[in-house]
């Protein structure tokens, strides 16, 4: 089974650049999840999908990123413009969904520089 | 609201040796879950443990085991025969079956010196 997809794995954009990020879950699950990941933290939750809708954004920055998952299945976030500040890891997690397997799977991540 | 407190920042085992992770939580709910996760350098976070906050026993996965102890809100990760693969920042995350949310610790690096 193949595990959770995203591209691309390296980005070096200049600040106020947009930049956009991909991310395919694990089949069948329905739990998506964006995260942020600075140098030496731990994952920080951006939003949070269930199918196509999005239960919780409440940690997104909506000035400057938005995202997507239109079919309930990929997702795309997206940061427009850029800033310096924004220079970290970007996870995407999958998980069966609610009741049903609450462990979540990791993909790669991306790895964002503004320069 | 939920907290996860990591509070080694570093730690370094001897290889075959046995070293304990500690993580301590904050909530007020009774139904949860926790997880350690392991993060190689610029590499991807795998699952290592996880465990059902209902269940007493503690969970066992070959050489990595945890100490739950629910009144003390601990669970700390005991790997035993250290290898150097194993060296890698891990993560102790909370998940909350209220708000389906998740909450990680600051991590710790884990050194395996040969």
């Known amino acids: 089974e193949a595990g959770v997809v995203q591209s691309p794995r390296y980005k070096i954009i200049e600040k106020k650049q947009p930049v956009a990020f991909w991310c395919n879950p694990i089949s069948g699950h329905n739990t998506l999840y964006w995260y942020l990941q600075n140098l030496g933290q731990g994952p920080e939750l951006l939003i949070r999908?269930?199918?196509?809708?999005?239960?919780?954004d409440s940690q997104l920055p909506k000035d400057r990123f938005s995202a997507e998952r239109l079919k309930g299945v990929d997702s795309t976030l997206k940061i427009q413009p850029a800033e310096l500040g924004d220079s970290a890891v970007y996870l995407c997690?999958?998980?069966?969904?609610?009741?049903?397997?609450?462990?979540?799977?990791f993909g790669p991540g991306t790895r964002l520089l503004v320069l | 609201a939920q907290t996860v407190t990591q509070s080694q920042p570093e730690m370094s085992v001897q290889e075959a040796e046995t070293v304990t992770l500690s993580c301590t939580y904050d909530?007020?709910?009774?139904?949860?879950?926790l997880f350690w996760y392991k993060q190689p350098p610029s590499r991807q976070m795998i699952l290592v443990i996880r465990?059902?906050?209902?269940?007493?026993q503690n969970a066992t996965e070959n050489r990595f085991s945890v100490n739950f102890q629910k009144a003390a809100k601990s669970f700390s990760l005991k790997i035993s025969d250290s290898q150097l693969g194993d060296a890698a920042m891990y993560f102790c995350a909370y998940f909350s079956s209220g708000t389906y949310k998740y909450i990680f610790g600051t991590g710790t690096r884990l050194k395996v010196l040969a």
């Open positions: 999908y269930e199918n196509e809708e999005a239960v919780d």
């Open positions: 909530t007020s709910e009774s139904d949860y879950y």
């Open positions: 997690a999958s998980s069966a969904g609610q009741g049903v397997q609450e462990t979540q799977y």
């Open positions: 465990q059902e906050a209902y269940k007493q």
